[in-house]
């Protein structure tokens, strides 16, 4: 067990973040197991949460997911920064609610705010969450059925005010594998049939943060989070807090049963999916970065970890009846790193093109 007030090397700190992100080696649980266990995943793009429980979950079947997306035990809303999170039920009614205060935020940057000058808010959210609750909606529908009332504003604020202040989620068939569609709306509470928790402490969520992605600083759980006023809840907390330093002697703050792995610890090659948390949860990123960030040249690209590091970027492309993984690193690989990714990767293909006949990788080193 690490002692309390050790100094962290980024070694420690990358394999306690890749054994708590299940990146060490694939576990036997369900998808709502690991969506609790991660406090949610990002999913800004629908497919992504598909590709990170399939490098996490021993024997990944897609419609586990797809399924609980449709039986409503999990769903797609705005929660951590604002953005789109697939979390379990549960936790859109628990986790809502204390990021509310992410979205005030927001909303006081937006755009739209100032289009909307002089509008009651309230009145405007109290009729779009008699429509949205009523049958989902797009941002388009919802915003030309609001204009009737409001003709002299702009459709387009008038329905983006409720993504800030109602607890939206998407509704199937969005997010569900081998199926598209367009992003529709309704409320929390009308698609689960359930209250939203009525204590939006932020306590919970921080205990949970440092199990999943500690030890960690605070400006790291701000950088996942967007919370504020963070430094009183980890004063309330600390009792129950283990405390470390990093090699900089910037204190780490860690849950109680935080999860250490051997820096020994082999750690395989992944595959992961654009906008994973795990490399959007650190004010300081070098612990899954390294000492030098790789820059990803479109947000479609997803990350190649090699040693638990990041190495690349991958992404599939079709053409006819081949599937085909472009590969790009930022440094040599050895030719036994080489054939592991080259063994993940195929396995990714058949995973992701299942309906292709031939698989093929392409290797090229970043300039």
């Not at 993984?325 to 063994?343: F, M, N, Q, Y």
């Amino acid at each position: 067990m690490t002692a309390p007030g050790t100094v962290l090397s980024r070694r420690q700190l990358n394999r306690a973040l890749l054994g708590r992100q299940l990146l060490l080696e694939r576990v036997a649980l369900t998808p709502g197991d690991v969506l609790d266990r991660l406090v949610g995943m990002q999913a800004q793009t629908p497919i992504s949460p598909y590709v990170a429980l399939w490098s996490r979950i021993e024997s990944f079947e897609p419609r586990d997911l797809a399924d609980m997306l449709l039986d409503r035990r999990a769903v797609r809303l705005g929660l951590m920064r604002g953005t789109i999170h697939l979390v379990t039920a549960r936790d859109a009614i628990d986790l809502r609610p204390v990021m509310q205060a992410v979205h005030d935020r927001s909303w006081q940057s937006s755009p739209f705010r100032r289009a909307l000058d002089g509008l009651d808010l309230a009145e405007l959210l109290q009729v779009s969450r008699a429509l949205l609750d009523e049958h989902p909606m797009t941002a388009s529908e919802l915003g030309k059925r609001l204009a009737h009332d409001w003709p002299d504003r702009d459709p387009a604020a008038l329905a983006y005010v409720s993504r800030f202040f109602l607890p939206l989620v998407q509704v199937p068939p969005r997010g569900v594998w081998g199926r598209t569609g367009t992003a529709r709306h309704t409320t929390a509470e009308a698609w689960l049939g359930l209250p939203l928790a009525g204590d939006p402490s932020p306590d919970a969520v921080v205990l949970r943060y440092l199990a999943a992605f500690g030890p960690a600083t605070i400006a790291d759980i701000r950088t996942w989070s967007w919370l504020t006023g963070l430094r009183e809840v980890v004063d309330r907390l600390r009792p129950r807090l283990r405390t470390f330093r990093d090699e900089q002697g910037r204190e780490l703050l860690d849950a109680p049963d935080g999860l250490f792995a051997d820096v020994d610890s082999p750690a395989p090659p992944r595959f992961l999916p654009d906008y994973d948390n795990v490399f959007l949860s650190h004010a300081d990123r070098s612990r899954i970065h390294g000492e030098v960030s790789f820059p990803w040249e479109t947000p479609s690209l997803g990350a190649l970890l090699v040693d638990g590091f990041v190495n690349g970027t991958w992404r599939i492309t079709r053409a006819k009846d081949a599937a085909i993984l472009d590969i790009k690193t930022r440094t040599s690989l050895t030719p036994g790193d080489e054939a592991a990714v080259t063994g993940e990767g195929r396995r990714m293909l058949s995973f992701m093109a299942p309906t292709a006949t031939t698989y093929d990788l392409h290797f090229a080193r970043a300039s």
